[in-house]
């Protein structure tokens, strides 16, 4: 028996659960969900889905020339106008300091409360475990959002959770049935990425002032290479379709 009879073929990822109407994406900093998944997004909305986007801080922390009272706004500025590339309106901003936030009780309250606001039945967020696939180390910031979110969905369904948030006007929202994890190193679901992969590069590309300090590719071919290596490296599990991959935790 050879090697090639050996080798096993890639799991096949299953399409994204179809029958929602409304999601609600959480994640650390501006542009994390341009990298991670935007291309998902556009074909959501496309499909008159409602989505909604809740950034723990401002990342006024991100950029090493600016100091985080100018960076924060500016950043702002950006994360708003990339999300309307996606047809995204609503963008709200938790203010937790950017690069120190804490795993807590109090980003759970937020996190919950949000959902509460928003009551979606998908919520996503991105990669919580340390690594990106064993590659590279992850952030605190996406570790701490990605993990108190996926304890939050549940948070936001039981009303003797944090019981201040009733006082407050928040009834409780048991109706996440999935949390979806971009950027996952063992993804489970995908969406064809093909329909919304020109309006990622250009919602990637609204982050224009963070990249130009990242790299010192030219902004435009940087975004399209980056979203287009990773969609074509998830067609082979994706029956040849570029893809958007997520984890799927149902609930």
Same mark, same amino acid.
């Given at each position: 028996m050879n090697d090639q009879t050996n080798r096993q073929s890639p799991v096949r990822l299953e399409p994204m659960p179809e029958d929602w109407q409304r999601a609600l994406a959480v994640v650390a900093h501006p542009d994390d969900l341009e990298y991670g998944c935007s291309a998902a997004v556009a074909a959501w909305t496309d499909a008159g889905r409602d989505v909604a986007y809740v950034l723990a801080t401002r990342g006024e922390a991100g950029i090493d020339t600016l100091a985080p009272d100018v960076c924060g706004p500016l950043r702002e500025r950006e994360q708003r106008a990339s999300a309307a590339v996606v047809g995204v309106g609503v963008v709200e901003f938790l203010d937790h300091r950017d690069g120190v936030i804490e795993y807590g009780l109090g980003l759970r309250r937020d996190?919950?409360?949000?959902?509460?606001?928003?009551?979606?039945?998908?919520?996503? &967020?991105?990669?919580?475990?340390? &690594?990106?696939?064993?590659?590279?180390?992850? &952030?605190?910031?996406?570790?701490?959002?990605?993990?108190? &979110?996926?304890?939050?969905?549940?948070?936001?369904?039981?009303?003797?959770?944090?019981?201040?948030?009733?006082?407050?006007?928040?009834?409780?929202?048991?109706?996440?049935?999935?949390?979806? @994890?971009?950027?996952?190193?063992?993804?489970?679901?995908? @969406?064809?990425?093909?329909?919304?992969?020109?309006?990622?590069?250009?919602?990637?590309?609204?982050?224009?002032? $963070?990249?130009?300090?990242?790299?010192?590719?030219?902004?435009?071919? $940087?975004?399209?290479?980056f979203l287009t290596g990773n969609a074509q490296a998830a067609a082979e599990r994706f029956g040849g379709r570029p893809a958007v991959t997520f984890e799927v935790f149902s609930r």
């Open positions: 996190i919950a409360a949000a959902i509460r606001r928003h009551r979606p039945e998908l919520v996503i &967020t991105l990669n919580h475990r340390d &690594t990106w696939g064993g590659v590279a180390w992850n &952030t605190p910031d996406h570790v701490a959002v990605g993990r108190a &979110t996926l304890d939050a969905a549940a948070d936001a369904g039981n009303r003797w959770i944090f019981p201040e948030l009733v006082e407050q006007g928040l009834e409780p929202w048991n109706g996440v049935r999935w949390v979806a @994890v971009a950027g996952s190193a063992a993804p489970t679901h995908a @969406v064809d990425a093909t329909p919304g992969l020109e309006r990622a590069v250009r919602s990637l590309l609204e982050h224009r002032t $963070y990249i130009e300090a990242l790299t010192d590719q030219e902004p435009e071919e $940087y975004c399209r290479a």
